[in-house]
Every structure is written in C-alpha cells, then in structure tokens.
C-alpha cells in the first residue's frame, strides 16, 4: 500500500508498474509475473530491493551488451552456503547445492567459487526457458539449465565494490 501510495503521487518522466504478489513467489516467478511488461525490452535489469550497493550500473550494462549473454549476474568474492562457480573467462558452469560443487558445464580450466549478489541483466530470450505451469520458483535452477544447454551466461565480478545484504536485520 505504501509503494502505490508513493508511485501514483510520484513525479518523473520515467514509468513504473507495481505487480502485487498476493505469495511470494520467487525471482524466476516474479519474473514470470511480469513478463508483459518486460517483453517490451530486449534486455532488463533485476536488482533485489534488499541489496544496498554502489555498482556502476553503466559499466555492468556494457559488459553484458559486448558479451551478448542470456543473463549476466553480479558476484563477488565472498563467504556464502550457495556459491556460483564460474570459469576463469568469467562464464557461469555451476553452483554448490548440499555443500558440494555441482558443475552443469564441462570443466576444463580453473574456476572460482564466487557469491551471487541479487543483481543481474536479463535477455528477454529468457522467458522461454521458464516452467510453463510453475509460477513460484527461482531463477538460479533455471540459470543452471541453461549452463547445462551450453547458454551463455556470464558473471561480473564486483568483489571491489561497497556491497551489502539489508535482508538481515543485523544487516541495517
């Protein structure tokens, strides 16, 4: 209610749309759920609203452009239960589910261990990819399904940028 209050008083040249979710239903759901009004981009930019960062978002947007990814996500060197593990080039392979690293790509150099930070620029080219009859899941299990079909995705190392999780109250 506080979000449409703000938005409908708001001034600016730029639109926005609210998508109330009556559940929560995921980064890949929400994504789902929004899917109308993001078809209208070719690419688009998903930034957790818990996340309190000073990216340049301009040099994250040109990389993903020149490297003409399905996705490209931001990642950091840091401690994490849920690491990413991508190749020296900077390409996604894998992730550690159950405390063991899982590659979805083959392995044939070194790689890094690197924790996802809930920012990422999306291809509209993504959306099918997505559960046809699913609408709450996340995007990481679909991520991998794409390593795994040999789909481009890359990271962007930000490990040198001020970067925290607000979604903690020891976090604020």
């Not at 001034?11 to 109308?36: D, P």
């Not at 991520?143 to 481009?152: E, I, R």
């Amino acid at each position: 209610d506080k979000m449409e209050e703000y938005f409908s008083s708001r001034s600016g040249s730029g639109n926005i749309t609210l998508l109330h979710e009556t559940e929560i239903l995921g980064t890949g759901g929400a994504l789902k759920n929004a899917q109308k009004e993001l078809m209208e981009s070719e690419n688009f930019l998903v930034y957790n609203t818990d996340v309190d960062c000073d990216l340049n978002l301009d040099d994250f947007c040109i990389f993903h452009f020149e490297n003409k990814g399905i996705a490209t996500l931001c990642v950091q060197e840091r401690r994490t239960s849920r690491y990413l593990i991508c190749d020296k080039a900077g390409k996604l392979i894998g992730r550690t589910e159950n405390g063991k690293n899982v590659f979805y790509s083959e392995v044939t150099e070194e790689f890094r261990l690197t924790a996802f930070c809930g920012i990422h620029i999306m291809n509209k080219d993504i959306f099918s990819y997505f559960p046809e009859i699913e609408l709450n899941f996340d995007i990481i299990p679909v991520y991998m399904s794409l390593v795994k079909d040999s789909k481009q995705i890359f990271t962007y190392d930000i490990s040198g940028v001020q970067w925290r999780d607000l979604g903690t109250p020891e976090n604020l």
